[in-house]
């Protein structure tokens, strides 16, 4: 079989998430969701009760980008996987955290598959600054009068909001981004999982 490609890793990893999660109305699957401003885009996110990021690196990739990458899932992300070639698996076990997840794509003789290296544990590091980024400004303002805020703050720029947002505890603000992200329409075009 020849090297493993971006859209190799992709097409096996949403067709096993898809399995996983198909009778479960409370999911969400999103591919490319922007994280840290929209700097960067976490490559397939699964949303339910959590939310766990995938980063996908494929044989043509480089690591070069994994340690900003993985910066940023660390502010805002419950779990993450990393999911590559083996090639990249000693490089990477030097550079992501010990809470991240490690999955392996590799041909199985009838096709890709995946394969789990390492489990992902439960992020350490999350901060509510990094979560409200997920929000729009409606959200934002829904998050924070549902927390009890003044409603006054409709009249608040996103900015704004996103510096008060950023005063809520992680635990707080967590299921207000979750739910949002959720019940977003006509948003991404990979929405729930078949």
Known sequence: MSRMRDRDARAVLLASLGREHRDDPDTRIIEELGIDRGDRRVDVAVVNGSLHGFEIKSDADTLDRLPGQSAAYSGALDLATLVTAPRHVEHALAVVPEWWGITLVEDLGSGWGLVPLRE?????????????QFLWRDELVDALTGTGSDPSVGKLRRRELIALASALPVATLAPAVRSALKGRQGWRAGGQPS
Do not use: F, H, K
């Open 120 to 132: 992902a544990g439960a992020n350490p590091s999350r901060s509510s600054g990094s979560l409200a």
